[in-house]
């Protein structure tokens, strides 16, 4: 039987000590090393003379050999003079054996392939692979040589060779490979068929483009690394079909009370908040599961939005949760809920993990017999032992924290009555659409493209920290008017412990600074109820400057704050940097951000921190920094499972990201068998993984 799902010791020559080599490369079929694609290529297709030599090049050179000798420098080596028509080389041993001494007789025709460096006697190669040939033996490889990811005790001629036997039985039977795209698909899309990719990748002829191979850009890489792509948006597809198999509750009735809600804020809502609400209102209407998401720029108004969804969860009997990623932020969504609430004779519960013993017995009692309507916490609301009487709608504050798990794990929220709940997942990284369509493929998207009016933007300075009294100077002047000030220390080394004592040590030299002041301190060490204690001081005016660590990053909402120090910016990536002084500038007077940096700064640095100066849009600052810092940074792909690919590349590929989408609902119309067995071939137990939550 000829199976290329069949297990590597099919293959001749393999056991179970290579096999366990061979797992760590994550191959276990012989499939598998159809898809175990080489890191670069070397050409020894043909003869370099050795007179075209240059330091780190690499070649194969053939020559005869005129002198071979043991010296002595630093270390004792073997040196072997070769020379053609065109130069000399030395071949340089440091480990020979007698025997290999003897081999290099003058006269003896060498082959070795190496890199070429300066040495002692002017080029040199170390170590080469060579053997002795006899005169007119037919001239090398037929095609490029591939160099594979390879692991220990495993070498390169071993892996090829295995490899070799692949391609040979896929050759015999090239049925047992099927291609994931079918033909018309391949056709229409213009995509050259698997197995040709698979086999000139393998064996690229001598005169395939090496720069493109190397870059990754050729063809056929691209159509493995689009096939990649394809098959994760599948998966993401998958679970929310998952999802969505189960019925939720339909929620067409919340006109009425958010009118009311609507009539009771101090300001109308924007446009692009309008916009988005009347696309949640149509998803809330039909049974069919709400997944959508709501990128919205720092300060565009999400909590309402959530809060105006939430009211159409209760209006339909149901309950709502919002969950936030820390304590802090959950606290403010839990007093602006109860705030806007309470007027509506809606019950809004709090619950978080600091909530102990009768409090949070009592918390869960009213969340089971749906006295709680609206329900507020951190990560605690989802777990086990908190059940719900209807939940009916999920909201989940800043997204990039919450991965597929959780979204699939929401589901047995519903509970009673087999209800799946909607989901409303809120972000204010604003990635770019072709991106989120790639790293959110279950979910639908919507953005809020508008802050609302009579904002000043921020203005932001960059200024070395050596004038550090001039800034003191600005916040006492900023406090004096009745403003308030944030005070950001950046991470040192990823030390979170000496991160709080920096934020410690700041704290007290601005104290002493400025006596006059209110000054207040708040970081990740601290117990969640001092915490909380300080957020509220900070926000009730008590406190007049805050030292924070990075926890202030998201969703912290105090108006009157109008100045904030950011220290050590370069230390930060944009999207954060723009979280950061998303916290001020929310009033209507002028709010000022202070970039402290520490001089020199590299190029890379001065970069970033002018894209900062020069813009307050959230859009633009996430393309500059997906620029500089790659997807995988800004989106914290770790959740989204496109960290782990293993061709593409989101920023080299982020063209073929436009065509993933049309092809994906193209196959899933014409082919929709071909879907799974691409989820397993590119994510394998991944794929599995999330079939069992
Ligand atoms: P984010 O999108 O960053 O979560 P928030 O929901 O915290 O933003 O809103 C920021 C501030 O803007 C809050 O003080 C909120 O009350 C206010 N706000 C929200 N919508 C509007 C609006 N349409 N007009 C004026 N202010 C608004
Ligand atoms: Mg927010």
């Given amino acids: 039987m000829n199976d290329l799902a069949q297990p590597v010791t099919e293959l001749t020559g393999v056991g179970e000590a290579l096999a366990a ?58 040196l072997v003079r070769l020379k053609d028509d065109s130069g000399i080389i030395s071949l340089r041993f ?28 002017g080029l040199e190669i170390y170590h080469p692979e060579y053997r002795l040939i006899g005169t007119g033996e ?21 892996l090829r060779g295995l490899i070799g036997q692949a391609l040979k039985r896929l050759a015999e039977a090239p049925e047992s490979l099927p291609d994931g795209i079918p033909e018309p698909l391949r056709e229409r899309f213009r995509l050259p068929g698997l197995h040709e990719c698979l086999r000139y990748l393998h064996e690229p002829p001598p005169d395939a483009d090496l720069e493109r191979l190397a870059e990754g850009r050729h063809p056929t890489q691209r159509r493995l690394a689009l096939e990649e792509l394809l098959a994760h948006q599948l998966s993401l597809r998958q679970v929310r079909l998952r999802i969505q198999a189960d019925g939720a509750p339909a ?65 339909g009997g149901c309950q709502a949760a919002v969950m936030a990623p820390t304590e802090i932020l959950a606290e403010q969504h839990f007093r602006n809920f109860r705030e806007w609430f309470a007027p509506l004779g809606i019950e ?30 951190t990560h605690a609301l989802f777990q086990e032992d908190v059940h719900f009487q209807r939940l009916g709608l999920a909201i989940v504050d800043e997204q990039h924290r919450f991965g597929v798990h959780q979204r699939l794990a929401l589901r047995q929220k519903g509970e009673a009555g087999g209800l799946t709940p909607h989901q409303l997942i809120m972000t204010a990284t604003p990635i770019p659409r072709t991106l989120a369509m790639s790293a959110y493929a279950d979910l639908d998207l919507s953005v809020i493209d508008e802050l609302p009016p009579g904002r000043t933007p921020v203005q932001t300075v960059a200024v070395p920290d050596e004038r550090r009294p001039e800034v ?30 920096a934020a410690e040590a700041t704290r007290d030299a601005l104290t002493e600074a400025l006596p006059e002041l209110a000054v207040g301190l708040v970081h990740g060490r601290m117990k969640a109820a001092e915490k909380a204690a300080v957020m509220a001081a900070f926000k009730s005016g008590e406190l007049d400057l805050l030292v924070a660590t990075t926890v202030i990053e998201v969703g912290v909402d105090v108006p009157n704050a109008s100045l904030m120090i950011i ?23 002028e709010s000022f951000c202070v970039l402290l940096y520490h001089p020199p700064l590299s190029a890379h640095s001065r970069e970033r921190l002018a894209v900062m100066r020069e813009s307050t849009d959230g859009f633009r600052i996430a393309e500059k920094d997906l620029e500089l810092r790659g997807p995988g940074e800004v989106l914290g792909t770790r959740q989204t499972g496109l960290a782990q690919m293993k061709i593409a590349d989101l920023e080299r590929d982020r063209d073929l990201l436009e065509r993933v989408s049309p092809l994906a609902r193209a196959l899933l119309e014409e082919a929709p068998d071909a879907s799974e067995p691409l989820i397993r071939r590119w994510l394998g137990d991944e794929a599995g993984r999330y079939g069992q939550v």
């Fill in 251 to 315: 929620l067409p009735s919340g006109r009425g009370l958010q009118a009311r809600f609507v009539a009771q804020l101090p300001f109308s809502l924007t446009g692009a908040q309008q916009r988005v609400l009347d696309e949640i209102a149509r998803d809330l209407e039909t049974e069919c599961p709400m997944l959508r998401l709501v990128q919205g720029d720092v300060g565009s108004g999400k909590t309402v939005v959530a809060a105006m969804a939430a009211l159409a969860a209760i209006a």
């Fill in 94 to 121: 440091f480990h020979f054996s007698p025997a290999q001494q003897q081999q290099f007789q003058r006269g003896t025709h060498v082959r070795c392939f190496g890199e070429a460096r300066a040495g002692a006697t």
């Fill in 472 to 501: 003191v100077a600005r916040i006492r002047n900023a406090c004096a008017e009745g403003r308030q000030a944030y005070w950001v220390c950046t991470l040192i080394e990823e030390s979170e412990a000496l991160q709080c004592q």
């Fill in 567 to 589: 220290e050590n910016p370069e230390r930060l990536g944009l999207s954060q940097l723009h979280q950061l002084r998303g916290r001020v500038g929310r009033g209507s007077t």
């Fill in 21 to 78: 080599k061979l797992a760590r490369l994550r191959v276990q079929t012989i499939a598998d090393l159809l898809f175990h694609l080489p890191l670069r290529y070397q050409d020894r297709t043909r003869i370099t003379p050795i007179g075209t030599l240059r330091a780190g090049m690499e070649g194969v050179v053939e020559g005869e050999v005129s002198a071979a000798d043991v010296v002595k420098g630093r270390r004792r080596s073997l």
């Fill in 348 to 377: 809004v519960a709090w619950l978080a993990g600091k909530l102990k013993g009768k409090a949070r017995l009592d918390t869960k009692a009213a969340i089971a017999d749906g006295r709680a309507q609206v329900v507020v916490g």
């Fill in 138 to 158: 037919a001239p090398v490889e037929d095609h490029l040589t591939p160099i594979y990811p390879t692991t220990e005790g495993l070498t390169q001629p071993r």
